[in-house]
């Protein structure tokens, strides 16, 4: 019975932390306003703005896992969409619910795989953290992104980027992506938003999905529509005409006048095909009584 208690409770409580993820890092912090100011005033200016269409900082330099110095636009080819997250290390939840949800949305994407079709860079925004940490998470990621499943995972590791680097460059980035956060003394950690940016294959910002739970066709839709039709398929192409982006759920939502006029030129189509095909038919038809009467014409003739 103590148990189920114990069980139930530990729900109960993840299910908070889940409903305030989006409002940052003191979410998760039910005592954090204790013995200082107020929770608005410590989440005072902390937020995640829709820079929609901006160009990131391509040229700011970081450090990956292994130390090397590597720029930010080392990551975009021009070809495959990036989604970038921003969190830090050793945050004490927000950030590994953010790259968890981040994994458990990739793994379930259909026709989509990381390295082939898209990359993903991880950014720490804490200047304070290095290599080796970097390289824990990826190990850590990588493993589990393979896991159950036939992936090359030379590939995934040439494909999830874990960087690190000063804070000048990581303000650079953090600024372009509309990304405000704020150091707490106190505590020693940082408030922040939660949330992920689907990035173009040349560096301008395509989405936000904001908080955490991305939902895995939300996730592939907007790669696809990022990517410029380089990847997916046809049926993604008919989704994005039937669906829109509602930038403030940060979701695709279904679009009644893009599937009407869809559903208009299918019906255009069907109708099309069958004028053809009765078309066809007739044509046929009168051919075989042309050719029926000149061969009862024929016949006559004996």
Known sequence: MQRKSR???WVLELCGVLAIAPLGAYANQPDANADGPPLDNQLKGVRLDQNLDAPLPLDAVF??????EVHLGDYFDGKRPVILTLVYFKCPMLCTLVLNDTLRSIRAMSGLQLGDDFQIVTVSFNPREGPELAAEKKGHYVTEYCRGLHHDRAKVEAS???LTGEEASIRKLTEAAGFHYRWDVKFQQYAHPSGIIVVTP?????????????EPNDLRLTLVEASKNKIGGLV?????????YDPTRGKYSLSILNALKLGGVLILVVMGGMLGVMSRHNRRKRAA?????ASSYEDSDF
């Open 236 to 244: 993604d192409q008919f989704l994005l005409g039937c669906f829109h």
């Open 7 to 9: 069980q139930l409770c």
């Open 63 to 68: 450090r990956d896992e292994h130390g090397a």
């Open 202 to 214: 040349d560096g301008k910002i395509a989405r936000y999905f904001f908080g955490i739970g991305y």
């Open 160 to 162: 999830w980027h874990f």
């Open 289 to 293: 009584l042309a050719a029926a009467g």
